[in-house]
């Protein structure tokens, strides 16, 4: 998604010294690959939007700080960094989880799905295309975790009335509000998947 | 957070020979309060991935082991149909998220939500012994009517420790040298003045599993929960009910409340209040007036006492099916 002249682009050519830093890290994870690591830190072997990566960590990382700082997966946000908002809201083995109470340490062998690995190449997932459709968001940044929340609860098979929806949806906040809209599009991608499925058995 | 060093163990044998160390299963309490270095554990045994799961709730036996997890328990058919007041305070723990890490065991040992002891620049006598209770003569609105005292007013937090006492439930304590089972309602202690010791488990020793027995009354029981907002917020109150009723009279009662309590707190002079009465309404507020015995509001949280009452008579009533 990064674009040549956003935001984020420009920090990381801005402050060079992180370009000059990731070429010796390429260098030490194929090292580290074949040592086993130093006392205190672990290494992590998990699958991340389907493609394997293994990971040399203390175990204080949270999943969170794995996926933003380490692999470079910045989509899950870090808001309360508590549990109590949702922003980092991710899969873990097909259940929706907070990243941010999860050690990266405990994900050895485990499959994370992040909003990075939702789209399917340009065509983006049911649930994605419903809250651009249903104007779901204002600012965006509880987007991501709400957009996987969301996947979590319509799978769970518990976004019937708005008020199940609510419920199922509680463990995320939207500090604009957006939430109406919200519901709205969890019931549009519902009814969508629901309709591709019976398309399917067609 | 503060340093410390990890181990996962894939055994049950090997959890109970780690010599020292703090169980670390779902971790939604334990990473929280290491965040705001309230607990700085310098080991934890990683017991998440023991094959501790199993979920059996026939009519007759409620057993669930320590490390299934709160949402599995919840959207279990046979806890719903057998131990509706088990489902339903699950439901309404927390949010989807925490609930799919979260274990069984954990959720019983999940630490009290007081403000005092979250804040490190806090006192509070739970966790620095002998520091004092911010609590008692401060901010109290959320803080315990029974079972407190100037060290300690902090309410326990569980929902479904609430409803297991109102089953009459059972721990299986287990430990290398073999397993006891104790009942829930014995195994939180008073905070007394030493609030820092909350329950009777030894060091080494781990909640494998919880046991009730089921029956009528098991199988009409009900979860009511009032909080300042509709969803993921702990309780003000809280009333787990357990009703057995035989011709329009009540046989047998349940009544245990959460948020108002230092641990779940029984409130057994409603019950012997209500055993042999007719199912009436009249009855029902009746008993719910003995719930306040023992009462001792501090000076934020008198509100509990009406609002204890009101949610005692409202639980009975939809249990008992008169309005």
Known sequence: MAEPGDRRSFMKKATGLLGLAAAPELALAAREAQTAPPPGLHDVALSVNGTKRTLRIDPRVTLLDALRERLDLTGAKKGCDHGACGACTVLVNGRRVNACLTLAVTCRGKEVLTIEGLAQGDTLHPVQQAFLEDDAFQCGFCTPGQILSAVACIREDRAGSDLEIREAMSGNLCRCGAYPNIVAAVKRARDAQAGRAQAGRK | ?323
């Open chain 2, 1 to 323: 957070m503060k340093l410390f060093t990890y181990d996962a163990v894939s055994s049950l044998p090997a959890a109970l020979a780690a010599r020292r160390g703090t169980f670390f299963a779902g971790g939604t309490t334990l990473v929280d309060l290491m965040k705001l270095e309230v607990l700085t554990p310098e080991r934890l045994v990683d017991i998440g991935s023991l094959p501790l799961t199993k979920i059996e709730a026939t009519p007759a036996r409620l057993r669930i082991e320590a490390l299934a997890r709160m949402a599995d328990v919840a959207a279990s058919h046979d806890v719903l149909r057998n131990y509706p007041v088990v489902a339903q305070a699950l439901l309404r723990s927390a949010s989807p998220q925490i609930r799919n890490m979260a274990t069984i065991g954990g959720n019983l040992m999940q630490r009290t939500r007081c403000s005092y002891f979250r804040s490190v620049a806090e006192p509070c006598n739970k966790r620095v012994p002998g520091s004092g209770c911010g609590a008692f003569e401060g901010d109290n609105r959320s803080h315990a009517l029974f079972g407190g005292g100037p060290a300690c007013v902090a309410t326990h937090a569980s929902d479904l420790a609430v409803a297991l006492v109102a089953l009459d439930a059972t721990l299986t304590l287990t430990s290398a040298k073999g397993s006891r089972d104790v009942p829930l309602a014995e195994f939180y202690l008073l905070p007394g003045s030493s609030p820092s010791t909350e329950n009777v488990l030894a060091p080494g020793e781990l909640i494998t599993a919880v046991n009730a027995t089921g029956g009528p009354r098991a199988a009409r029981s009900l979860y009511v929960k009032v909080r300042d907002r509709a969803s993921f917020e702990f309780a003000l109150v809280s009333v787990a009910a357990a009703l057995a009723l035989e011709g329009g009279m009540v046989k047998d009662v349940r009544l245990a409340a959460g948020g108002v309590g230092t641990k779940p707190w029984r409130l057994a002079a409603a019950e012997s209040a209500l055993r042999g009465q007719p199912a009436t309404l009249a009855a029902f507020e009746g008993a719910a007036k003995r719930s306040l015995e023992g009462a001792m509001p501090l000076s934020g949280n008198g509100f509990k006492t009406s609002l204890l009452e009101r949610t005692v008579v409202k639980t009975l009533a939809r249990l008992g099916g008169v309005s």
